[in-house]
Every structure is written in C-alpha cells, then in structure tokens.
C-alpha cells in the first residue's frame, strides 16, 4: 500500500488504524479509531467519544447557554451524508 495522495480519499485510507476527527452535522463530533471508510464516506469507527453540543435562550435572562454531553461507544457506523469534516491524524514526515 502506498503513502502517496493523489486523490481525496487517499487521505482517507492512510488513516486506517489510526484516530481521527469526524464533525458531523447538528453540532456532533467525533474522534476515534477508523477501521473502514468507503467512496460514501461511510465510516466504522471503534474506541469512540462523541460530543454534543447544544445551545439554549434562557427565557429569563436571554442569555445563550452552551451545553456539552460526551459519551464513549465502542464500536460506531458513521454515515457519509452526515459528515462535514475528517481531520486525519497530525503528520510530521
């Protein structure tokens, strides 16, 4: 297998193995363990922590509240239509 990227994707299957970060529409994010991708960005994904983050208007002060929830899940398909962004690991080399 080659370390070259000639396409998108290419990014994608250099990951294999390795942890990533996954952003996913409705404010939901994602790092874990890529174990399969395909040209759908459809993605398993194990060793996972998720989280959510919500925003409220306090009706009594107007002020915006963030909320954050994390999770662990051991094993996770991630379909491609939600994702919005992959941020494969940081490489030196």
């Not at 959510?52 to 491609?80: A, C, H, W, Y």
């Amino acid at each position: 297998m080659s370390s070259e990227c000639r396409e998108p994707l290419d990014l994608i299957r250099l990951s294999i193995d390795e942890r990533i970060y996954i952003k996913c529409h409705g404010d939901r994010e994602l790092r874990g363990k890529l174990h399969a991708y395909d040209n759908h960005m459809n993605m398993v994904l194990g060793e996972v922590e998720e989280t959510v983050t919500t925003q409220e208007l306090d009706p009594e002060t107007e002020e915006e509240i963030i909320r954050t929830s994390k999770r662990n899940i051991d094993m996770l398909f991630v379909r491609g239509d939600a994702i919005i962004l992959v941020s494969p690991p940081l490489r030196t080399t």
